[in-house]
């Protein structure tokens, strides 16, 4: 069995607002091993993507604040460590292509520049010998003309280009984890294809693990290795991408599943899961799923029911399954 590589233990992360406090990130704990994809899957605002930023360390302070829990990577907690520290790990050992290539690339600097800066700031390469390697990575994310597009600047690239420039960008170091959150949002069908195919071509050759963020259950059923599914800012399943597929257990994760359209299968409309995510501020000690919920009973508007073991190297926190699962 392959080693941990990233532990989350117990994680909080909130946001101070005049609102209230967002529990954005409540409590979640879940951990990807060494050359491992793991799917974080769920709707919008379910705290994915601040699960994400709390391990990169890029919570903006104010309003955020990671208030409890543990990130361990290769056993040292990142939030113990200095910046400094921080800084050498960020982009080099792990790396994250973010949601929007349009807005996380710097539109006054070339592709090139970019590339080149997170080479020359944790490598000995000259910037000669860092635009040499920049050519290099921006062939192998499949771009023609490498050696012209390198002094492209964002916004003479296509959104396809742009997402491939990402992720030479963050592959750069050979970093053993590579976090990519919500990778083909804003791409066409085909290009989506070409990205995730990319991405697991690269994935292998490097052996590197992958944190991925999405809402497309296709793109969990044809990457993942290991799903975890986020709710109103906890874990409420997780398991092998087969038996999340085959045998979801949560209510919400039957709900998700459900509403994936099926090649072949006729249906007058989609299922829909009825109501909405609750707002983050002020959340109960409720199950936070109860008032969507077709099984919920007295409990569940009570108390919160606590992730745990259901099967070899599943979980499941819902008051359905309470006592089943070995402890």
Known sequence: MSSTLVEFRNLKTYFYTE???????????????????????????????????????????????????????????????????????????????????MTSLNPVLTVGDQIMEPLIEHTLLSKSEARKKAIQLIEQVGIPRADQIIDSYPHELSGGMRQRIMIAISLSCDPKLLIADEPTTALDVTIQAQILDLLRQLKKDRNMSLMLITHDLGVVAEMADYVVVMYAGKVIEEGPVKEIFKNPRHPYTKGLLLAKPVIGQRKERLFTIPGQVPNPIGLGEN???????????????????????DGADSKVACWLYEGEGSK
């Open 287 to 309: 199950c936070h799923y109860s008032d969507r919920c077709e099984h919920a009973m007295d409990i569940c508007r009570a108390s919160q029911p606590a992730l745990q073991k």
């Open 19 to 101: 609102a209230g406090v967002v529990q954005a990130v409540n409590d979640v704990s879940f951990s990807i091993r060494a050359g491992e994809t793991v799917c974080i899957v769920g709707e919008s605002g379910c705290g994915k993507s601040i699960t994400a930023m709390s391990l990169m360390r890029l919570i903006a302070s104010p309003p955020g604040k990671i208030v409890g829990g543990e990130i361990l990577f290769e056993g040292r907690d990142l939030l113990k460590i200095k910046e400094s520290e921080m800084r050498m790990i960020r982009g080099n050992e792990i790396a994250m292509i973010f949601q929007e290539p």
